[in-house]
């Protein structure tokens, strides 16, 4: 690709799809157009690089870009079938209901399929207030569930919410692994308590055995329902097939999708108890959920295949120790870095680093694009890093991942005797935490940068 022709993509993508978004990815070094997508990362065409994918679409890429055995499967589902009629029997579809049943934890032997992850938190909500004739919803403050109607509702970040209220009513928001305001909000009325079992877009928050244990008992006491979703979380990104094995608890309803789809088709589900109230429901109204592309015949067989690569490789296991060994790495330099970094948190290859100020994730996303990765920062948390490579990540692109965090923090070091003063500045700090303010700050900088680096005759 040569830089007149990506200059062209970029201008159209600007006149026809969205010029913010952009501005957005300019401003942020994450401009790039994604080439040669192979394992754990893909190359950027105009300079060559290969870059490192720790972002993975946050958690679609599970099994790597291209996964061999998974583009297998597609190619010979391509010969015989497909999308298949939404809504008939397929073989594919009770293939795939088994193989889900087989890996989810003990009890949840339903399923319903959805078109991606917010239509299957939708229908998890649905089924919730249908199945307990209840309307109340908890989910917890900065939670992320999806763009669509209900899953919306559920958003715990009001900046996603604002533009489109009123929204759907009967939803309340409590504080993550706060149990006892979770207590306060959930009564007799109460459809169903939703979590992540690990927040992401909140910025990588896990939660505790105790914590949703505790809410296990909360929802049992009062008949509610409790939902997890693991559509981040799910797919081994934790070092367990799902996320909430680490504690043991097993919701009513788990909502999976993103890998599920090995990157190559999109695919998403619910896993539920078959329950006399929850079967019954679905029994009686088995129209209650729709989707074309959900648990289409290609997905299906797209699903299989991935199931069985996470399963034959053990890639849990791999989740499990290069999480570790990132954590290792992440916690050094945290305690090296005690003006830069506040914390780091996760669990296996779901990972955050959080700085000590919001406006240093986009500082960071730029200093990591420069040294070889794309990252982004937490959706509902700036401040946020996340880390987030594919499950499958080996030596050598661990290395390179670590040895260009360290690069990025010393880079960001380099910059905080300018940064840090002006923050100190009444009101700067506030200004320059709104992210329409640091599209605009990191995008004057970066028009310098480009103007500077054509004069040299450099990439831009
Ligand atoms: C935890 C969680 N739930 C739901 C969704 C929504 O999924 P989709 O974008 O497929 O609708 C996401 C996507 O980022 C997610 O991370």
Redesign the pocket.
């Known amino acids: 690709m040569t830089p007149a022709e990506r200059a062209r993509i970029e201008r159209d993508f600007m006149r026809h799809i969205n010029a913010g978004q952009v501005r957005y990815l300019r401003a942020g070094h994450l401009d790039v157009i994604e080439h040669d997508r192979q394992g754990a990362g893909f190359t950027d065409p105009l300079s060559g690089r290969r870059m490192i994918d720790a972002f993975s679409s946050?958690?679609s890429f599970n099994v790597g870009r291209h996964n061999p055995q998974v583009m297998a499967a597609l190619d010979q589902a391509l010969d015989d079938a497909d999308l298949g009629t939404h809504g008939f029997v397929s073989r594919a579809k009770v293939e795939l209901a088994q193989a889900l049943v087989d890996v989810a934890p003990p009890g949840l032997d339903r399923v319903a399929f959805a078109a991606?992850?917010?239509?299957a938190?939708d229908c998890a909500f649905k089924l919730a207030r249908g199945a307990t004739g209840r309307t109340t919803i908890v989910s917890t403050v900065k939670a992320?569930?999806?763009?669509?109607g209900l899953?919306l509702s559920a958003n715990g970040k009001p900046h996603y919410r604002a533009y489109c209220e009123p929204l759907a009513p009967g939803f309340r928001f409590a504080p993550f692994n706060d149990l006892d305001a979770m207590a306060r909000l959930v009564d007799d009325d109460t459809a169903a308590v939703v979590v992540?079992p690990v927040q992401?877009?909140a910025g990588i928050f896990v939660g505790t055995p105790e914590y949703l244990a505790g809410l296990r008992d909360l929802c049992d006491r009062h008949g509610a329902l409790l939902i997890f979703?693991e559509?981040?979380t799910g797919w081994c990104r934790t070092g367990r097939m799902f996320a909430c094995e680490h504690s043991g608890v097993v919701p009513d309803i788990m909502t999976v999708?993103?890998s599920m789809g090995g990157g190559l088709f999109p695919n998403?589900a619910l896993l539920y108890r078959g329950t006399p109230a929850l079967a019954g429901f679905v029994e009686a109204d088995p129209w209650f959920h729709r989707s074309v592309g959900g648990g289409s015949d290609l997905g299906c067989r797209v699903s299989l295949a991935v199931i069985r690569y996470l399963r034959e490789h053990r890639i849990w296991e791999n989740a499990a120790a290069r999480g570790r060994q990132l954590r290792a790495a992440l916690d050094a330099l945290r305690r090296d870095n005690p003006r830069v970094i506040r914390e780091v948190r996760g669990i296996g290859l779901m990972v955050g680093i959080e700085y000590l100020h919001e406006f240093m994730g986009p500082m960071m996303s730029d200093a990591l694009a420069r040294h070889g990765v794309f990252a982004a920062y937490s959706g509902n948390a700036p401040q946020v890093m996340r880390f987030m490579v594919p499950v499958t990540v080996g030596d050598q692109d661990m290395a390179q991942l670590i040895a260009a965090i360290q690069a990025a923090v010393a880079d960001m070091k380099r910059l905080l005797p300018l940064a840090l003063p002006a923050a100190r500045i009444p009101g700067v700090l506030r200004l320059i935490n709104d992210e329409r303010v640091q599209t605009a700050l990191f995008g004057a900088m970066r028009r310098v940068e480009d103007l500077a680096g054509a004069l040299k005759g450099g990439r831009r």
Not at 116 to 119: I, L, Q, R, V
Not at 144 to 148: A, D, I, M, P, R
């Open positions: 946050a958690g991606g992850g917010g239509d938190i992320y569930h999806g763009h669509t899953a992540e992401g877009e979703d559509i981040q999708a993103k998403a």
